[in-house]
């Protein structure tokens, strides 16, 4: 017999799992449908939790320790024997950290009372839903709403096509979490977040990595001094960055593959024992939508939504990787409590313009904003301020010199546009200016506050300060 859902949701990523949550706390009747299997067994969590942001930040982590053993103990006076690292006790923690938190989202669903579905979803017409288990039995949902959650993909290029399942030499970002040893020489395309964070990793454990990327600019979005110095930080660290370099070809042989690309006009090849192609994601709805289930879908496939998240069919909203909108945790987070508030009666939204971004290599990149580029594009009379690391007292303390903050203002009302921050702890760092950003700062609201001595977030109020010639740990020109 078929069960009475207030709520099904599909999908038990990031977006679905906290939606799902609302939900229940709201006193709905919540079936969350997950259908991943990870190492063998049903998983929950999504991209994120088990081959996105946690696997990747945990590896992130180790080999950041190991880098910073082997090279900046010393600068402290300390030091240690012949340092090693063990690659199956690394990645074995990785999964550790992954099944802890996995098996974390089980538990919180079980105690709000939510069902979780092992199997598979698909949206039919007029609202219902079918289930198919695992095991293959099927039953026919009919909820009151449903919310369409089933995230993203890599996507696949056909001159780096990589094997659907056993990937081995060419892979994408799951691949590169689980290298089973060091590759002596790693490809990696496309110079975004995946290629910058996964490409950090293989470096600090010895590979020599190079990263191609097809645009002649690194980091097109973000802002441009901020991409400047984080190129020129992380070139210095061993990471061969090569813009304007578009691959045309591979070619596998036995253990190894050659590149072919183009760079400058020129053509060119170069051979590896890896590569990592990670030239962006793109929504996956395969087998989640009957051909008559209402749902329409943008030209790159993506589900459409209103600003609210509700779709074309009344009572199914979409969220996440799955719409409109940069592909990140915190936005399906978000949309899908804003989703389940609104089925609620909430006037929720999600403010579209304060969602950070952050490439959690060392130093770490961060923006919330506007950037210089994009506000003087959008008619802003503009004025910066930019303070670096360089001159701030617990930075130095912990060798953490390197990097700086930025804002960007309106000249004319003194409205904070933009924050960038590259060094330590900038994901912690900007979570300030989105703060400053809700709530419609000025600049010099930030220039009145007190921030605490000796912290890295003292940066902050000089490069506020910094906006209008006024910060005090610098020789600033301008006088107000
Ligand atoms: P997903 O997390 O993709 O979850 C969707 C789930 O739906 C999947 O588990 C899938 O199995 C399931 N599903 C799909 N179709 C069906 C169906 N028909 N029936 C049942 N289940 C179905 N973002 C950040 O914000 N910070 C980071 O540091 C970060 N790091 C990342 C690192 C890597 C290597 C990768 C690949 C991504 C990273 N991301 C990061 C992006 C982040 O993982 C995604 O933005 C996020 O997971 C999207 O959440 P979602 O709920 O929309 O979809
Ligand atoms: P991306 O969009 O960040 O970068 C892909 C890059 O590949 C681009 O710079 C693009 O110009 C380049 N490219 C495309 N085709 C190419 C080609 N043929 N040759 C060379 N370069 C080429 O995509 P990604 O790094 O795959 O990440 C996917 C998504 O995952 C991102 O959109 C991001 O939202 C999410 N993610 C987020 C985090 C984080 O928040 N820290 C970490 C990892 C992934």
Redo the contacts with the bound molecule.
């Keep these: 017999m078929s069960q009475q859902f207030d709520l099904v949701v599909i999908g038990g990523g990031p977006g679905g799992y906290e939606a799902a949550i609302r939900a229940a706390q709201l006193g709905f009747k919540v079936a969350c449908i997950e259908k991943r299997i990870h190492n063998g067994k049903p998983s929950l969590g999504g991209t994120c939790l088990n081959v ?2 946690i696997p ?1 930040k945990a590896l992130l982590d180790s080999s950041h320790r190991y880098e910073d053993t082997v090279h900046h103990l010393a600068d402290h006076g300390i030091t240690t024997g012949e340092v090693n690292f063990d690659l199956a006790k690394l990645l074995a923690r990785k999964d550790k950290i992954v099944d802890q938190l996995t098996g974390g989202i089980d538990q919180l669903l079980k105690g709000n009372g939510i069902e979780w579905l092992k199997g598979t979803g698909k949206l039919l017409a007029g609202k219902k839903v079918e289930f198919v288990s695992h095991e293959g039995e099927t039953q026919v949902l009919e909820p009151k709403y449903v919310i369409l959650a089933s995230g ?1 993909v ?2 696949n ?1 056909p ?2 096509p990589v094997a659907p399942v056993d990937q081995d030499i060419i892979v994408d ?1 799951t691949g590169a979490l689980n290298f089973p040893e060091v590759p002596k020489r790693l490809g990696v ?9 996964l490409g950090s990793v293989w470096r600090r454990l010895g590979a020599e990595v190079v990263v ?4 002649d600019a690194f ?2 979005m973000a802002d441009k001094a901020l991409a400047k110095e984080y190129q020129k930080l992380l070139t210095k660290q061993g990471l061969d960055i090569r813009v304007g ?4 070809g591979t070619e596998v042989n036995g253990r190894e593959v050659t590149v072919k ?1 183009t760079q400058g006009g020129e053509e060119k090849t170069q051979t590896f024992d890896k590569l990592i192609v ?4 793109k929504a996956y709805a395969e087998g989640l939508l009957a051909e008559d289930s209402g749902i329409k879908l943008t030209e790159r496939g993506l589900v459409e939504v209103n600003d609210h998240c509700a779709t074309s069919v009344e009572g199914v909203y979409a969220i996440g ?1 799955l719409v409109r909108g ?4 915190h936005k399906a987070m978000e949309e899908g409590v804003m989703a389940v508030e609104r089925i609620h009666g909430h006037a929720a939204q999600v403010n579209y313009d304060t969602i950070i ?4 290599t060392h130093p770490e990149a961060a923006w919330v904003g506007l950037t210089e580029e994009q506000a003087k594009e959008k008619g802003h009379e503009v004025k910066t301020g930019q303070f670096g690391f360089a001159v701030n007292g617990r930075a130095l303390a912990a060798g953490e010199g390197a990097g700086f903050v930025k804002f960007v203002a309106d000249a004319k009302t003194d409205r904070l546009l933009g924050m960038h921050v590259i060094g330590p702890a900038a994901s912690d760092i900007v979570h300030q200016g989105m703060i400053a950003l809700e709530f419609v700062s000025s600049v010099e609201d930030l220039q009145l506050m007190t921030f605490g001595h000796p912290t890295f977030s003292e940066v902050v109020h000089e490069a506020a300060l910094a906006v209008d010639g006024r910060a005090i740990h610098a020789i600033q020109r301008k006088r107000k």
Excluded at 189 to 197: M, P, Y
Excluded at 357 to 360: F, G, K, P, T
Aim: aromatic content about 6%.
């Design positions: 996105g942001c990747s993203s890599p996507v290029i001159v780096a970002s395309i496309g110079a975004g977040v995946i290629g910058l964070e191609f990327e097809a645009m980091l097109p370099a578009k691959v045309s690309y990670c030239v962006g994601r990787d940069p592909m990140l945790a971004s952050v490439i959690y």
